[in-house]
């Protein structure tokens, strides 16, 4: 592989390609050739900056010269939402029916009923509430209650809402008082909540419910919780017995926990403890169910005659499946993954059963499993296909052309203008709730629409939902062009590798922003763009500027091609390294040497990359037959790790 050798020496020319970009390819603004809305979109603006302003004057005479703009209950929105801690019943009714047809009419009700709850107008408040999943709305309805002479039902409904497995709003602490000194609070349900609070690993939480609990009840929350921290605790309790349902709760919850580091110990424990207590059923299966997963992850299986007990088991079949295949363990990948595919029938586990007999000498039959499963556009449709050797399937259903479509429904309409006005929260809003009510044919097309003004990472994301999986063009576009043909050329990669890694990270998003900070269009850390860039010999670039599409390309390619060039071609391992790291990957890849590549995907620790590998060489193979590459899915130089 030659990616990196020839990088230095054209670095002059790196320098010379624009990093500016299309205004067809910007998200953060739609150019539509319209040169009313265009004026319109800069009143509707300036009309908002009037309102911000308290410009009231200038804000009615825009609105008036918006009568007709899409957006022209927007602003009856903004204006309602300026002095919406004002607004009686009355008036928030008004609005309700007028603007029913808004998907913020909701969410604004949502907010006023918020606001009059804080200013303890209890009874406007209890003739407006619906039933509501919001915390903050719950406990301001039980105070409302409360505020109404209805203590007993407020009191009797407080006990779901502090049964909580975390913090609830602070709006609801003044009812936790009251309801405290009740005799609806009892240790009880603070066991309850312990219980949910220590499952859902909220542990400063779960010490603060241990000053609610006293005598026996107290030593045993506290045993609870320390099991929790330290589980190999549970095989040095003197004191604690079986008796009673919250010493068999800690047993099976500290065995659960140790299961997972060390099941051998687990086991011996609980083999004296099963013989001398009595446990329930579902207890019992529990406890078992967790020793079998934290020993099958040493290659140690169930026997023959403890599956079918176990069979059953939530997620049991597809954990001992997985940990088979990771250790390469064919008779208990076959069954394993057939008790899996019987609970859910899934194409992975329709693969690793083909895999299976073929290695268990079945090779006509796991053969023509492979055939069917490379039919499909997938991940391991594309494996099945390259282990058969044989052309992948793409079933694209793509449609040739739309240059006589227009949208005309209104809520696409006001989808556009908000995200060309800078809206994308609402303009996503109006989206969705558009997909809730079109035909397919129109959703079809109205995704093309999208997609024609720019809106790609939408309609990468609402595609499928919206029945088009099939419909590639709208999955995989190709923007960026001129960007990515420079990146490609200038690293020896293929456009296809760069498409898929673009499209996985951030959906062609040059603005998007990850939680670890990640940036632009291939995601790169302010960090690693900036060792990117010193290995080119160029300065060190700013956060700002790692949203420009072309720079952001430049060196995220570069950085991918290093990879590569670092574990010697093997492109699967340069993707996993550049989702989780080098040092992780070189981990991973210790005395792996010879091992089938599908088999090592399968043994990345972390979820997250494991899809992401999966993902990239899936969207890379798309993307090349898309662009009539003919780029294998595997060369035999990828097929085991070297």
Not at 6 to 25: A, K
Not at 343 to 356: C, F, G, H, M, T
């Amino acid at each position: 592989m030659q990616c990196i050798k020839h990088l230095v020496g054209l670095n002059l020319f790196l320098l010379v390609i624009s990093v500016t970009f299309s205004v067809s390819n910007s998200y953060s603004s739609i150019d539509v050739p319209d040169r009313k809305n265009s004026e319109q979109r800069k009143l509707y603006k300036k009309a908002l900056s009037h309102l911000s302003k308290g410009q009231i004057k200038n804000f009615v005479k825009a609105k008036t010269a918006l009568a007709n703009y899409p957006l022209a209950d927007y602003l009856e929105y903004h204006q309602f939402n300026r002095l919406l801690h004002k607004r009686s019943p009355s008036q928030m009714k008004e609005f309700k029916e007028q603007y029913t047809q808004l998907p913020v009419t909701a969410l604004t009700e949502k907010r006023w009923l918020k606001l009059v709850g804080r200013q303890r107008r209890w009874q406007p408040f209890l003739d407006n509430y619906d039933d509501s999943a919001d915390p903050e709305l719950k406990c301001l309805y039980a105070r409302a209650l409360y505020g109404t002479n209805q203590k007993e039902k407020a009191l009797k409904l407080t006990a779901s809402l502090w049964i909580q497995p975390e913090s609830q709003p602070k709006v609801c602490d003044p009812l936790f008082e009251a309801w405290k000194q009740t005799k609806y609070f009892n240790e009880t349900v603070v066991w309850s909540r312990l219980q949910l609070t220590i499952q859902n690993n909220e542990r400063q939480l779960s010490r603060y419910l241990l000053r609610f609990l006293s005598g026996s009840n107290k030593q045993l929350g506290q045993s609870l919780y320390s099991t929790h921290i330290q589980p190999n605790r549970i095989t040095k309790f003197k004191t604690l017995g079986a008796s009673t349902e919250k010493e068999r709760q800690i047993i099976v919850h500290g065995l659960s926990r140790l299961s997972t580091k060390a099941p051998s110990q687990a086991q011996k424990t609980w083999d004296k403890l099963s013989t001398k207590y009595s446990f329930t059923e579902k207890e019992t299966q529990k406890v078992n169910a967790a020793i079998r997963l934290g020993l099958s992850k040493q290659n140690d299986f169930p026997s023959e005659e403890d599956r079918p007990s176990l069979v059953n088991v939530k997620g049991f079949s597809s954990a001992m499946a997985d940990d088979a295949i990771r250790h390469v363990n064919w008779r208990e990948v076959n069954y394993w993954a057939k008790q899996a595919n019987n609970i859910e029938q899934n194409i992975k586990w329709d693969y690793w059963l083909a895999r299976a007999k073929i290695e268990l000498g079945e090779k006509d039959s796991g053969d023509s499993d492979l055939e069917n499963i490379a039919k499909q556009r997938h991940y391991y449709g594309f494996m099945a296909s390259s282990l058969l050797n044989k052309a992948p399937h793409l079933n694209d259903a793509s449609l040739t052309t739309l240059t006589a479509y227009q949208a005309t429904n209104t809520r696409v309409l006001r989808a556009k203008e908000l995200f060309a006005v800078g809206d994308d929260v609402n303009g996503r809003r109006e989206w969705y709730k558009a997909l809730t009510e079109l035909s397919d044919q129109e959703k079809l097309y109205s995704i093309y629409f999208m997609s024609n003004i720019g809106r790609t990472p939408l309609t990468i994301r609402t595609a499928t939902r919206a029945g088009a999986q099939d419909h590639l063009s709208l999955r995989f576009p190709t923007f960026y062009q001129q960007e990515f043909r420079a990146a490609a050329l200038t690293t020896d990669l293929s456009i296809s590798l760069l498409y898929a890694v673009a499209r996985q990270e951030s959906a062609f998003n040059v603005q998007a922003v990850s939680s670890a900070n990640a940036r632009g269009l291939m995601q790169l850390i302010p960090s690693t763009a900036k060792l990117a860039a010193r290995r080119m010999g160029l300065s060190s670039p700013s956060v700002a500027r790692l949203h420009q599409p072309g720079l952001n390309i430049k060196l995220g390619s570069f950085h991918l091609a290093w990879l590569i060039d670092r574990y010697e071609g093997q492109t699967a391992l340069a993707i996993a390294a550049y989702n989780a790291g080098e040092t992780r990957v070189d981990r991973w890849t210790k005395n792996k040497k010879g091992m089938s590549l599908d088999i090592w995907i399968e043994q990345i620790p972390f979820k997250e990359t494991r899809n992401y590998v999966k993902n990239v060489l899936a969207f890379r193979q798309v993307y090349s037959l898309l662009l009539d590459q003919s780029q294998p899915f595997l060369t035999d130089e990828n097929r085991y790790i070297h």
